[in-house]
């Protein structure tokens, strides 16, 4: 039976525990005992009704203040899947205990007070679980019978905390409208909402797709324990936290880097010959390589970053505070090492969003840091891999678990992943805002990108282009290929590599002429996709245009402005786009096509400008 | 799921300490956990010895199959006596109807763990079992004097379990936390794993105390007007014999047991007297160094 697990997050007023009392009673996941023990309880406080919170306020201390102080488990099943819930405190102090229960579950529930709407709070927990990649999230708009049941105060809520998750990385949202005093739509469904045509809260935690978490790509496998019973087995017993393996399957061994080839699979049943994500096994290898606890098994062409140095966002767990240049143990996997937080970047702000200078993190706070480690990790971005891209520290002084972190992408790495716009914070490094300077410009800014092979026609239509807008009295930029490259990227060559590094600069730089409230033209060759969707993810949905100029290879070679194809043909070149090295052609609805074996530059533009609506 | 996660603990266990121990009562919890150590280690034995607090009031039944478990596993057992902290003057002993040995195990625990040199003790404690259970961790931190404090347990995320502790503190272990009384069951069922009999239906000379029934055994002082009867029973859990309380039940299968649970009304240890002294009792009990 599948297992969901979930987090319940909510400030002590909002009913977060009458919401878990019910869903319990009501799903008949509560004992005669227990209801005995509420009843005799609820008649010593001298209160009317059975308090359903009572069942999962667990600790004498909470109950004398009537909160809850740190995540409680709890347990119920139904015939279709088996939950567990982590029960968190919703209050200020108590961030830690909330990104530890997120930091396991499959999906959260967002409690909202239908009185109060999206609060501060509300916010925060939302900011958790994107920055935890919680895959589904379920704002539960509770109390709405102290609202009168009322549509509009429902969709109020839900348009405002849409507004804010916009900024946030998070997919899969679910509004469910509710009460769980009286037990509307929290396991079964009401008569007093008949506008709302959605599931009660059970019946979608019974279907949510499952699984969103796993990677099943990667194939990591941190070795946790060497098994030695005899002469003749010596086998690594871990489990397997991505990915898969078969008997046969070559591997290499980190830190060593030393080859082998699996020769057994011993599951917790006997011998076999595969596993899959999330098994813990036995891998035996065909040699004899020396394999201890920390060391991680993975494919040859398929390794993680192996590094002493990388970016984190940290969440801050101790009263100490947490200070760049002390040492502490950090684990990861199976691994521990010394590491030093180098700096600390920022703080992020998890009412506002916003990034703060910081220079120590405090209690319950947040931020990105560089750490350095004594030796290295074997880790991937949190983001693509949460086994091997999260860690704690640990203060050596008192052992005690101080602070917990999630990796970052290495800059080298962010372009693989177009989406990935800085998901834990909303830009907003600004003095001025650029909203206001657009009105006082009087226009939007907007980035304009064009693609194509050299002797395609980008520069002729750039340069058409801006005089255009220019003389219409917009602000403009225009970022050329050339012109950067004798400037601001004339360390980079030609290689793959550093061709991917040009652009992603470039739009970096684009990025803050857009900000600046200009229509930023761009005229690179940009030959890659995945590069070009690297700067589209940098700029908000619609403000960025990619024209394709195009024309038919002999016309290329033909024009050669500047004598490429002719150095080409010479052998002069090592690789030149359009001649012997591809260009990826952007393709989708979004994409404006230019054909200039059939336009003039002044007919592109007018293309261009009507397609874009620019003017 | 849960079993990999059990058996991905106790390698863990395995792993970060240097004299581990597995606690085993005899009771279903502590089977299972047998069982996972088995299957943690296979193809070798598992690397930690069993230790039994042995009460002196056990189920003739217990004892019978704890023998036979280590002699099939090969595994090493030590027994930590409560009548030998008794006879040393460690402890006490309670008088009278509602005397109980179970306040001086913990006493008698601490003193074994001492002597072993113990640094971890796997447990097979669950969350889902009583209120103060919640909150627990799988690696639960314990001072010096074996202690437990609720508000000073180290957040666990992900699967990243942090044992590290200075000499003379010593670590509680839970594989089973995310298991439920169902899942132990079913486990139990699936995996084909042998358990001692009085867990099935028999028949048993019991008494009632208030709404309890007792095992009539020369451990309990019965009161004047409680009077031991032959009834059909079986035990939901195996504890003490002084205050473990049977159910009356005709389940005598596995499949019976398991549908008998589900349709159960009352938890587990609802029939435990030593939980119910008080509503926090289990929360005293815990922050004194018992499982």
């Not at chain 1, 969901?4 to 019910?22: C, P």
């Not at chain 2, 709404?211 to 939901?236: M, Q, S």
Request: aromatic fraction near 8%; hydrophobic fraction near 35%; charge should be negative.
């Amino acid at each position: 039976m599948d297992l969901l697990r979930f987090t319940t997050a909510g400030s002590v007023d909002d009913g977060k525990s009458t919401l878990i009392g019910r869903l319990l009673y009501d799903s008949k996941s509560i004992f005669e005992d227990q209801w005995e023990a509420l009843e005799t309880t609820t008649q010593s406080r001298g209160e009317e009704r059975v308090n359903l919170a009572l069942l999962t306020d667990g600790l004498r201390a909470e109950r004398e203040q009537g909160i809850t102080i740190d995540v409680a488990y709890r347990y119920f099943a139904t015939p279709k899947r088996k939950f567990i819930i982590a029960d968190t405190p919703g209050h200020e102090q108590y961030t830690r205990n909330m990104v530890t229960g997120a930091s396991t579950a499959d999906l959260a529930i967002i409690l909202i007070d239908a009185r109060k709407g999206v609060l501060t709070q509300s916010r925060r927990h939302a900011f958790l679980s994107s920055l935890l990649q919680i895959p589904h999230l379920v704002v539960a708009v509770n109390k709405m019978d102290l609202v009168g049941y009322r549509e509009q105060r429902f969709d109020e809520i839900v348009r405002d905390f849409r507004e804010f998750a916009d900024n946030l990385d998070v997919d899969d949202i679910t509004f469910i409208p509710m009460s769980a005093l009286k037990g509307d739509n929290i396991v079964n469904s009401t008569d007093a909402m008949p506008w709302y045509q959605g599931p009660t809260l059970l019946h979608h935690l019974e279907h949510v797709n499952m699984g969103s978490r796993k990677n099943s790509e990667d194939f990591r496998f941190p070795v946790q324990y060497v098994i030695r019973p005899d002469q003749d087995f010596r086998g690594f017993a871990g489990r397997v936290v991505s990915g898969r393996i078969r008997a046969g399957e070559e591997v290499v061994i980190l830190p060593s880097k030393e080859q082998t080839r699996i020769t057994g699979v011993e599951t917790t049943d006997g011998p076999g010959n595969a596993a899959n994500t999330g098994e813990s096994v036995v891998l035996q290898t065909a040699d004899e390589i020396d394999i201890s606890r920390g060391d991680m098994i993975v494919r040859k062409n398929n390794v993680p970053e192996i590094k002493t140095k990388f970016e984190a966002t940290v969440s801050w767990m101790n009263k100490a505070a947490l200070e760049s240049g002390k040492p502490y143990v950090l684990m990861h996997t199976s691994r521990s090492t010394q590491a030093v937080i180098e700096n600390i970047r920022y703080r992020i702000n998890v009412d506002s969003l916003h990034r703060e200078d910081a220079d120590r993190l405090e209690l319950n706070e947040i931020g990105r840091v560089t750490i350095e480690t004594s030796t290295p990790l074997f880790f991937d971005a949190y983001k693509l891999n949460n086994a091997t891209g999260s860690f704690i520290l640990i203060d050596p002084a008192d052992n005690v678990t101080v602070g917990a972190g999630m990796i970052r992408n290495t800059s080298s790495s962010a372009l693989d992943v177009p989406e990935e716009k800085s998901p834990d914070v909303t830009w907003e490094p600004w003095n001025i805002p650029r909203v206001e300077r657009e009105q006082r410009n009087g226009h939007s800014a907007h980035v304009i990108w064009l693609t194509g092979a050299s002797g395609a026609g980008k520069t002729t239509i750039a340069g058409e282009l801006e005089r255009r807008l220019w003389e219409q009295g917009k602000r403009t930029m225009l970022l050329d290929g050339d012109q950067v490259r004798h400037g601001l990227n004339r360390d980079l060559g030609f290689s793959p590599a550093d061709r991917k590094e040009n652009i992603r600069r470039v739009g970096e730089v684009a990025r803050l002429f857009f900000e600046h409230g200009d229509v930023v033209i761009c005229s690179f060759v940009s030959p890659y996709r995945a590069d070009r969707d690297a700067v589209r993810g940098l700029h908000p949905e619609g403000r960025f245009s990619e024209v394709y100029v195009h024309c038919a290879p002999e016309t290329l070679q033909e024009r050669d402005p500047k004598g490429l194809y002719r150095k080409a043909r010479e052998g002069k070149m090592a690789s030149l786009t359009g001649y012997d090295a591809g260009h990826e052609a952007p393709e989708g609805k979004h994409v404006i096509s230019v054909d200039t074996d059939r336009l003039s530059a002044e007919q592109a533009v007018d293309h261009i400008l009507k397609q874009t609506g620019i003017i | 799921m849960i079993e990999e996660e059990a058996v991905f603990i106790m390698r863990e266990v395995a792993a970060q300490f240097e004299r581990p121990a597995l606690m085993f009562s005899g009771g279903k919890d502590s089977i299972v956990m047998v069982h996972l150590a088995q299957k943690a280690f296979r193809p070798a034995r598992f690397p930690f010895p069993l230790i039994h607090i042995d009460t002196g009031h056990n189920f003739e039944e217990t004892i019978l199959f704890r023998d036979e478990l280590v002699e099939r596993t090969d595994a090493r057992l030590i027994v930590g006596s409560v009548e030998e902290s008794i006879r040393k003057g460690r402890v006490k002993e309670e008088t009278g109807p509602e005397a109980s040995r179970n306040a001086l195990q913990t006493v008698t625990l601490l003193d074994t763990l001492k002597e072993h040199n113990v640094d971890c003790a796997l447990g097979g404690g669950r969350r889902d079992e009583e209120k103060a259970r919640a909150k627990e961790r799988f690696f639960s931190h314990r001072d010096a004097f074996g202690q437990w404090d609720p508000k000073n347990q180290r957040p666990e995320l992900w699967s990243l379990f942090n044992g590290r502790k200075n000499p003379g503190e010593h670590f509680r272990v839970f594989p089973l936390s995310n298991w439920t009384e169902m899942d132990v069951w079913q486990y139990i069922a699936s995996e084909k794993i042998p358990i001692p009999s009085i867990y099935f239906s028999h028949k048993r000379s019991v008494f009632n105390r208030r709404g309890t029934w007792l095992d009539d055994n020369r451990f309990i002082e019965k009161y004047p007007d409680e009077k031991a009867e032959e009834k059909v029973v079986r035990f939901r859990t195996i504890g003490d014999a002084t205050c473990t309380g049977a159910v009356l039940s005709k389940a005598s299968s596995m499949e019976e047991i398991i549908a008998e649970v589900a349709a159960a009304r009352v938890t587990e240890r609802g029939n435990r007297h030593d939980d119910k002294r008080s509503e926090a009792a289990m929360e005293d009990r815990k922050k004194l160094g018992y499982f």
